[in-house]
């Protein structure tokens, strides 16, 4: 097994990149310049998780409040119960892929992160 430089099993650290969302996947983008595996799931995580989240906030979180305010709030406060259910399916699938040993790109984003990580 490939040890990284903070000592961890390489799929360990991989799944770690994507823990915390987008929080752990900058912290260890900028810490892991030599490991490839762990850039690419790093910046991949940024990549997919931090628009998610700002869009998840925005829906579920600002208008969320609007969901007592109005029938015209309903809708947006749906989109962001779905938006925070797909940020928890992928959030799951990658770091099962990463800790088995996977390189699994999402489309588009995944090849945005290759490109990223073989800088």
């Not at 007592?68 to 709030?73: H, I, L, M, S, T």
């Amino acid at each position: 097994m490939t040890k990284t430089k903070l000592g961890f099993n390489q799929n360990f650290e991989g799944a770690f990149c994507y823990l915390l969302l987008w929080l752990s996947g900058i912290v260890l983008y900028l810490i892991e310049d030599d490991n490839k595996y762990i850039k690419f799931h790093a910046a991949q995580s940024i990549i997919i998780f931090l628009p998610l989240t700002v869009i998840g906030v925005l829906f579920g979180g600002m208008f969320g409040v609007g969901f007592f305010w109005g029938r015209q709030f309903i809708f947006l406060w749906y989109i962001g119960r779905v938006i925070w259910l797909i940020i928890f399916i992928l959030w799951l699938l990658l770091m099962y892929k990463a800790f088995t040993g996977k390189k699994y790109k999402l489309p588009i984003v995944g090849e945005m992160a290759e490109e990223e990580s073989n800088i």
